[in-house]
């Protein structure tokens, strides 16, 4: 039996290298672990503020009165199956014990009600982002380019920060929580500048953001794929590295945010903004390809010790992809993030202004692609996107909250 009234709780399961611990060895460094964290037990199987529970070890079969190895509990709780399928699904007991994988014991499973998510922080005032939880609400995250060059929106911000306030007091009261700064233009073709000039652009704007306590509530994400660039703006105050290579355009970039304990969003591209338009062939089928593409990037960032919690995706709508493979995505972002290595992520879209959407509506002006933006944006959230990435915040802040009350139930 357990306790089943108590506050909601966070659960995980991790990777230890432990072979050189005997059993009962393990189970003394475990407990000082919880002790070391301030460990109060007061009901048996009921809340405490932390419980460390050893549920494999190499391939052992250990029982004595203090501790089961396997957890002989293991397998009927969803929340402990679930967090442990995102490292080893398809592994299973010792042969001698139930059989079937961990995979197989899950989908058996009752799910709870409401469902488990899994939790993505990004921001210390906000709440985590809960990506299966049915009733979540979508992020408006608002587009500020400080660029000359940005397709839709170059030169239109004024590049002294203090003059940037209005807009960005706009934004936050259109239902803007999170602020996306880029110094770097990344439309197709777009001329690379020197990581110094990419972010003194950006980094006078992020400082006086965080000198103001009106803005206590607004995250912060840094639109760059330079290791070099995220690493100051993070200390500066950013919360987020939005990526567009996933990791892809600079070697360090993956260990640096691991380093920053940030939390990072890896998007599908090919090649870079000089070469992606030139990439869209996918002989082996559009969303089995980015699918297994955003995969290898995820298993680089879990390997240079990124925290599968702090990780978001983007499937990279106008990034070496065609009209109809932007269509695609949209259409099919269900299954996507349903896919096999990809379920239980967060995931970002961002389609607003594209060039795609002036070409199907005939609005040659990005800036005027508001309505076809709209569709768009609808039919994300439909799909499921925790995240919309916008230039029109009020008008699709609006979008969002009605998309939510009729998909988001």
Wanted: aromatic share 6%; proline share 8%.
């Amino acid at each position: 039996m357990y306790v089943e009234d108590q506050d909601s709780f966070l659960n995980a399961v991790c990777q230890v290298n432990a072979d050189t611990y005997e059993p009962q060895q393990l189970l003394q460094a475990v407990q000082t672990i919880e002790s070391r964290l301030g460990r109060q037990k007061t009901v048996e199987k009921g809340p405490r503020n932390v419980d460390l529970d050893i549920l494999l070890h190499r391939n052992t079969i250990f029982d004595e009165e203090n501790l089961s190895i396997p957890h002989k509990l293991m397998l009927e709780r969803e929340f402990v199956l679930r967090p442990l399928c995102d490292l080893i699904p398809d592994e299973s007991l010792p042969v001698s014990m139930k059989p079937g994988s961990f995979r197989k014991h899950l989908a058996v499973l009752p799910q709870s009600i409401p469902p488990l998510s899994s939790s993505t922080p990004f921001y210390p005032t906000l709440p985590p982002l809960t990506p299966l939880s049915s009733k979540r609400p979508t992020h408006v995250m608002a587009i500020l380019n400080l660029t000359p060059d940005s397709f839709s929106d170059g030169g239109v911000h004024p590049s002294e920060p203090s003059s940037l306030l209005p807009i960005i007091r706009s934004m936050m009261a259109s239902g803007a929580t999170i602020l996306d700064l880029g110094g770097q233009s990344t439309r197709p073709h777009a001329p690379e500048v020197p990581p110094d000039e990419e972010l003194s652009r950006i980094l006078p704007t992020i400082q006086l953001i965080r000198s103001m306590p009106e803005f206590a509530n607004l995250a912060l994400s840094v639109d760059t794929y330079r290791a070099s660039v995220a690493a100051a703006a993070i200390t500066a105050g950013t919360n987020i590295i939005n990526d567009i290579s996933a990791g892809n355009m600079d070697p360090e970039m993956l260990p640096t945010a691991a380093k920053l304990g940030c939390t990072i969003i890896l998007m599908h591209m090919r090649g870079t903004p000089a070469t992606m338009t030139k990439l869209t062939s996918y002989p082996d089928g559009l969303l089995p390809t980015v699918a297994a593409e955003l995969q290898a990037r995820v298993r680089a960032a879990e390997k240079a010790g990124i925290f599968r919690w702090r990780i978001m995706l983007d499937p990279g709508i106008g990034f070496a992809k065609n009209e109809a493979q932007n269509l695609e995505l949209l259409r099919r972002l269900p299954e996507l993030r349903e896919w096999e290595g990809l379920h239980g992520f967060p995931w970002l879209v961002g389609t607003s202004r594209k060039g795609f959407i002036g070409k199907i509506t005939g609005v040659k002006e990005a800036s005027q692609r508001v309505w076809g933006t709209a569709a768009t944006v609808a039919a994300a959230i439909q799909g499921g996107a925790d995240m919309i990435r916008v230039h029109d915040v009020a008008q699709m802040a609006q979008m969002a909250k009605m998309a939510d009350a009729i998909w988001r139930v």
